[in-house]
């Protein structure tokens, strides 16, 4: 599924030169030449003007033509959210694949889920003259990458969509995945059905609270706030909510997991208690089919996903795409008995 | 435990300087900054000689005045080995805690565990003035990395160390842990144990071998050949070894894992047989305590291998190292009853 963004001028525009720089400035080359190779001979005042003129037409020096010379190799950035989480490995493998496939070598960074931390390795990457950017944002204001991208820089979003500007974006169908999950779950009897995800800032996770509520919706089942928990993924976090949602008179009697590192701490909470409790998790995970009982999820294809943004970085690159779109990948329901228990009660 | 290398002399030496380049190729030191900045203005034949004395003498662009006035960050370079093994998860994150507490950027990249790939990046890297770079080598000669570690670029290999030079390495106890692993088989009566692990030219492969070597021969069990298969760690091929072993009129009674991809891929067929099997895996992984029966494991750190690593190159940034040095970090027996079942038969 494609959904051609609105924006309609094109955002592979020409690249401002350093002539560009020079007229605004009111100096000759030369000088700009020397400010940006940081080459002495400039006065502080006349290296102001000429930073503001750089900065004000988002000019980068172009060393395409030095780098052939120099042999060195074409590269794209991946600016990933969390290295620790698992769904990200076969992602950047994928992405690796096809810049391979590409000539060029990939360069990864991590934001570490922190927004600040994300611009200033994406900013980072571009001053080190990568081609492109794939980008798994933690971020909501991607408007920092404006001057980039009108630089010539290709930008992809992946996994999340970029925030307050236009861009391309690859993502799985959080909303369908998670309103089918849930709505398998209603289909085995369950109607206190309790969703753990992660922080509402975060699109996927507010997507998946919308498919919750939509299913629930749809079987005409009234939510209880209670039944909601959005937040960090911690294990510390999710065991509170999970142990808040399992305790009083009326327990939930099955849960929906927003991604995979609430499924696992979900899992390990269930193992603790007695009675059975029906679990379906967002994202597929390595031994779920060998755990007991087997772990029903919504599965994302995590390579698919970085394969696709990547090559969607090089149709920018190559010149043949017209205007941002975003792409929405299917998901998957897996059925292999967490999510088949009937309600225990 | 620090195995401090023989090499004498100081590897942080003093950085050629523009100055010595022109000296070399017999120009004006103008010259030499027009080919560095690449302006115009040099002939071809001028160009050709300077670019040779910079090859001759491993000169670098020294950026660091340039790189504070404009405000970019210090960053150092990670190259892995495989983005889709969770092992190197928490050691990325590790390395990237350390930078993010010296202030620096964090840019990984991967070599899909090729050598050419490997040299590719860290020189690409280099090229991209990082200021030092943590290695998991794919590749045993890292010779192309003598003219960086004499232009001063910091170098610290982890989880294995370099190949034909000599460089800081942080690794861990493979061969202890894998013997003390294969001792606890034997304690629990086993004789017939087989080992499969990671490709033999990869330096913790041979060294969980010859631990497991160790171990039968300090309990005088001779071992065979059909009980030790050193291959790829793809499923495929594991789960083809693994068969062989069980077959037979001697099949073996319990395995040895070399590391957490062969560990899965054996769970997964001895959760297909009736009889039940002995295992020990080196490396943890999630959810091997939730198994059935859990995964016996022999744990490295590692966080603590990428927080060392990390630390490692701080300090030879700071200029406080004198000698290359091996790190050799301890493992752990965690012992969760797959390790601890008796022999079949």
């Known amino acids: 599924m494609a959904d051609p963004a609105r924006r309609p001028d094109n955002r592979y ?27 002495p001979g400039v006065t502080p005042d006349t290296e102001r003007r000429v930073q503001a003129a750089i900065d004000a037409l988002g000019f980068r020096r172009n060393d395409s033509a030095r780098v052939l010379r120099k042999g060195r190799t074409a590269s794209i950035g991946l600016v990933l959210e969390d290295l620790a989480d698992p769904f990200y490995g076969p992602l950047s493998r994928a992405v690796e694949e096809v810049a391979r496939a590409h000539g060029a070598l990939l360069i990864n960074g991590s934001s570490a889920e922190d927004p600040d931390r994300e611009q200033e390795l994406a ?16 971020g909501d204001d991607h408007r920092y990458l404006e001057p980039e991208i009108k630089a010539g820089v290709a930008t992809v979003f992946v996994d999340r969509p970029a925030g307050k500007i236009d861009a391309d974006a690859v993502v799985s169908d959080s909303f369908g995945g998670a ?20 922080r509402p800032n975060i699109h996927t996770a507010a997507e998946r609270l919308r498919g919750y509520r939509a299913a629930m919706a749809d079987a005409g089942i ?18 509170r909510a999970a142990a808040e949602m399992l305790s009083g008179p009326e327990p939930v009697t099955a849960f929906f997991a927003g991604n995979n590192r609430v499924t696992v701490t979900v899992v390990r909470v269930l193992s603790e208690r007695p009675r059975p409790v029906a679990l379906v998790g967002f994202d597929d995970f390595e031994l779920a089919d060998l755990l007991q009982p087997g772990v029903t999820v919504v599965a994302q294809d995590a390579a698919q996903l970085g394969r696709t943004a990547a090559q969607r970085l090089f149709q920018q690159l190559d010149g043949v795409l017209a205007a941002p779109e975003r792409t929405v990948l299917p998901t998957r329901l897996i059925t292999r008995g967490s999510g088949e228990l009937p309600p225990a009660d």
């Open 13 to 39: 525009g020409s690249r401002p030169t350093m002539k560009d720089v020079a007229t605004r400035a009111g100096v000759g080359l030369k000088t700009v030449s020397r400010v940006v190779n940081g080459e």
């Open 222 to 239: 009234p939510v209880q706030d209670a039944w909601m928990s959005l937040g960090a993924t911690d294990p510390e976090r999710v065991r």
């Open 179 to 198: 309103r089918d999950g849930v709505a398998h779950l209603i289909a085995h009897g369950h109607r206190r059905i309790g969703f753990i995800g992660d």
């Open 123 to 138: 900013l980072a990457l571009c001053a080190r003259r990568v081609d492109g950017l794939v980008i798994i944002p933690a």
